[in-house]
């Protein structure tokens, strides 16, 4: 398929991102954005979008905001640590979106990601947990940037969206452990959190537990992807009043 790779600020066009979608089969639209001038970004942006039709976009920091103000229709996005606060003026993403954020970014908070989403009306699940930091250039982050583009490029769902036919659940639920840990961030005291998981109870739950480190309550949701990984979203509480 064809995607549309807006780069970050100060990236060099043809960075590890790009590259890897291009090794892995896909046409890959790369345009050298302007660094200072925002609006002359988008339109750099909104040029080539217009002249190809990509099937996705790929937004990485402030190449997510730009992505986010573009006029794209009904054209997915795949936002990487979108920095939609520090440039333009667009604060919400269509449906067909996917955003991969580090809890640990220290440049871009993950909390911003959450917030775009509750903007946006998106279910969780639309926000993957992945990566060490800022960059999202580990093993683990390019290839969930690569499903998430395949997914949403191939026009289908988010595969645990679908509550009427529950394909997904029931194909994998056969030869998956039951039992499993996973971590989380604490996002009040940044303390990761390891805790036991019973997927026997599905693999989407949704529950409140106190911090073991700073008790101050947390909502986890978690749910298993397409690869049988484990993935855990803390949020403070009273956020979602
Ligand atoms: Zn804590």
């Given at each position: 398929?064809?995607?549309?790779?807006?780069?970050g600020w100060n990236?060099?066009?043809?960075?590890?991102?790009?590259?890897f979608?291009?090794?892995?089969?896909?046409?890959?639209?790369?345009?050298a954005?302007?660094?200072d001038d925002?609006?002359a970004?988008?339109?750099?942006?909104?040029?080539?979008?217009d002249?190809?039709?990509p099937?996705?976009?790929?937004?990485?920091?402030?190449?997510g905001?730009?992505?986010?103000?573009l006029?794209?229709?009904?054209?997915?996005?795949?936002?990487?640590?979108?920095?939609?606060?520090?440039?333009?003026?667009?604060d919400?993403?269509?449906?067909s979106?996917?955003?991969?954020?580090?809890p640990?970014?220290?440049?871009?908070?993950?909390?911003?990601?959450?917030?775009?989403?509750?903007?946006?009306?998106?279910?969780?699940?639309?926000?993957?947990?992945v990566?060490?930091d800022?960059?999202?250039?580990?093993?683990?982050?390019l290839s969930?940037m690569?499903?998430?583009?395949?997914?949403?490029?191939?026009g289908?769902?988010?595969?645990?969206?679908?509550?009427?036919?529950?394909l997904?659940?029931?194909e994998?639920?056969?030869?998956?452990?039951?039992?499993?840990?996973a971590?989380?961030?604490?996002?009040a005291?940044?303390?990761?959190i390891v805790v036991?998981?019973?997927?026997?109870?599905?693999?989407?739950q949704t529950?409140?537990?106190?911090?073991?480190?700073?008790?101050?309550?947390?909502?986890?949701s978690?749910?298993?992807d397409d690869?049988?990984r484990?993935?855990?979203i803390?949020e403070p509480e009273?956020?979602?009043?």
């Amino acid at each position: 398929m064809q995607i549309l790779f807006l780069h970050g600020w100060n990236s060099a066009v043809g960075g590890i991102k790009p590259t890897f979608l291009k090794t892995s089969g896909h046409t890959v639209l790369n345009p050298a954005l302007d660094h200072d001038d925002f609006p002359a970004a988008v339109a750099q942006g909104q040029q080539i979008f217009d002249a190809h039709q990509p099937d996705v976009i790929v937004g990485s920091s402030r190449g997510g905001a730009v992505a986010m103000n573009l006029t794209t229709g009904p054209t997915p996005l795949v936002l990487l640590c979108p920095a939609w606060k520090n440039w333009g003026t667009t604060d919400r993403i269509a449906a067909s979106s996917i955003v991969l954020h580090s809890p640990d970014d220290d440049v871009i908070p993950y909390h911003d990601s959450v917030e775009l989403l509750r903007n946006s009306g998106l279910p969780p699940e639309s926000l993957i947990a992945v990566g060490q930091d800022h960059r999202l250039a580990d093993d683990e982050s390019l290839s969930v940037m690569l499903w998430s583009c395949e997914l949403l490029g191939s026009g289908r769902p988010l595969p645990w969206i679908d509550p009427d036919t529950n394909l997904w659940e029931a194909e994998n639920n056969s030869d998956r452990p039951t039992h499993s840990e996973a971590s989380y961030v604490c996002d009040a005291c940044g303390e990761e959190i390891v805790v036991p998981v019973d997927l026997s109870e599905g693999s989407r739950q949704t529950y409140v537990e106190d911090c073991p480190v700073c008790c101050r309550a947390n909502l986890i949701s978690l749910h298993v992807d397409d690869d049988g990984r484990l993935r855990i979203i803390a949020e403070p509480e009273q956020d979602q009043g």
